[in-house]
T-cell receptor, first 115, second 113 residues
């Protein structure tokens, strides 16, 4: 069965510093990978996704992620964060090929950007 | 094109009451799913459907029923609400093709007292 591990439940960082939010997954088949952001009391917004092709994926708001198949990771990065990036971030994975896949989420990482 | 519409946005139930959370999409998506979100737990899959007349269980199906009589609608039923079902519920549908991905509703915040 597939699973997703977000290695840090909370990440505090100062404004304009770089940040990396880590995500590892387990799956025996090929996968699609997603990062979502959720601002307080709001719904989910897609940041970026990996379906195929280049392993470096660029998303909205200056975020990017790199798919590493050998390490089964899909870490999210931003070179310089803003106060407005304070939110909860979710990594999600879907198996594809063969039987129908479902989107499975990690438990989330709360990013707190301090001035 | 309204996307995925969830109603109601907020609901308070008493223990033992029943209710149905509504989810509708107007994009002709075959796949739809329900999640619950709890603090520190991420989103967990309750039930999903790959098309009208076909449903299956996800990770946390107990206490919930679903049916899919049309492509557009995928209601989630709580037959006898319990405080443990206090949560935020999200419905999603899946796009296929070049823009593969998921469209989420805005959520229903349910409190069971």
């Amino acid at each position: 069965a597939q699973s997703v591990t977000q290695l840090d439940s909370q990440v505090p960082v100062f404004e304009e510093a770089p940040v990396e939010l880590r995500c590892n997954y387990s799956s025996s088949v090929s996968v699609y990978l997603f990062w979502y952001v959720q601002y307080p009391n709001q719904g989910l917004q897609l940041l970026l996704k990996y379906l195929s092709g280049s392993t470096l994926v660029k998303g909205i708001n200056g975020f990017e992620a790199e798919f590493n198949k050998s390490q089964t990771s899909f870490h999210l990065r931003k070179p310089s964060v803003h106060i407005s990036d304070t939110a909860e971030y979710f990594c999600a994975v879907e198996n594809y090929g063969g039987s129908q896949g479902n989107l499975i989420f990690g438990k989330g990482t709360k990013l707190s950007v301090k001035p | 094109n309204a996307g995925v519409t969830q109603t109601p946005k907020f609901q308070v139930l008493k223990t033992g009451q029943s209710m149905t959370l509504q989810c509708a999409q107007d994009m002709n998506h075959e796949y739809m799913s329900w999640y619950r979100q709890d603090p520190g737990m991420g989103l967990r899959l309750i039930h999903y459907s790959v098309g009208a007349g076909i449903t299956d269980q996800g990770e946390v199906p107990n206490g919930y029923n679903v049916s899919r009589s049309t492509t557009e609608d995928f209601p989630l039923r709580l037959l006898s609400a319990a405080p443990s079902q206090t949560s935020v519920y999200f419905c999603a549908s899946r796009r296929t093709g070049n823009n593969y991905g998921y469209t989420f509703g805005s959520g229903t915040r349910l409190t069971v007292v």
